[in-house]
């Protein structure tokens, strides 16, 4: 058996956009927030920043394998450009988790309010 993990995507890779060809097959385990707040940018692509705390940010959990995690690094250049951190997720249902979540180092673009990419003009999230 494969050894899979968590990961919690809030841009491009959530379902419906367009990077989420990376991970369509590996299985959502649903939406959900972040539970400690962080802040959301959208500029060229969305950009989450760990230092600062203004909303929690919302997302989906996919479980991935392996392989499928690599092809992830790679797209978000980790760890040259995000670096990817374990943090606590609490799904819609109330259950809560641990993910890996792709974190920028600094703010770019204009901040998110909501704390959820679907609500970006062009996003593409379903």
Same mark, same amino acid.
């Given at each position: 058996?494969?050894?899979?993990?968590?990961?919690?995507?809030?841009?491009?890779?959530?379902?419906? +956009?367009?990077?989420? %060809?990376?991970?369509? *097959?590996?299985?959502?385990?649903?939406?959900?927030?972040? $539970? @400690?707040?962080? &802040?959301?940018?959208?500029?060229?692509?969305?950009? +989450?920043?760990?230092? %600062?705390?203004?909303? *929690?940010?919302?997302?989906?959990?996919?479980?991935?394998? $392996? @392989?499928?995690? &690599?092809?992830?690094?790679?797209?978000?250049?980790?760890?040259?450009?995000?670096?990817?951190?374990?943090?606590?997720?609490?799904?819609?249902?109330?259950?809560?988790?641990?993910?890996?979540?792709?974190?920028?180092?600094?703010?770019?673009?204009?901040?998110?309010?909501?704390?959820?990419?679907?609500?970006?003009?062009?996003?593409?999230?379903?």
């Amino acid at each position: 058996m494969a050894c899979e993990e968590n990961v919690f995507v809030y841009g491009t890779l959530r379902r419906g +956009a367009s990077n989420h %060809e990376l991970i369509r *097959r590996s299985p959502c385990s649903g939406l959900g927030r972040t $539970v @400690e707040p962080y &802040a959301l940018y959208v500029g060229r692509y969305p950009y +989450a920043v760990r230092r %600062e705390r203004t909303i *929690r940010i919302r997302g989906e959990v996919y479980r991935v394998d $392996v @392989e499928t995690m &690599a092809r992830l690094d790679e797209l978000e250049q980790h760890p040259e450009v995000y670096r990817r951190e374990r943090v606590d997720i609490e799904l819609d249902g109330g259950e809560i988790l641990q993910a890996w979540l792709y974190f920028y180092p600094a703010p770019e673009g204009e901040p998110l309010p909501s704390g959820d990419y679907a609500d970006w003009p062009g996003a593409g999230v379903i």
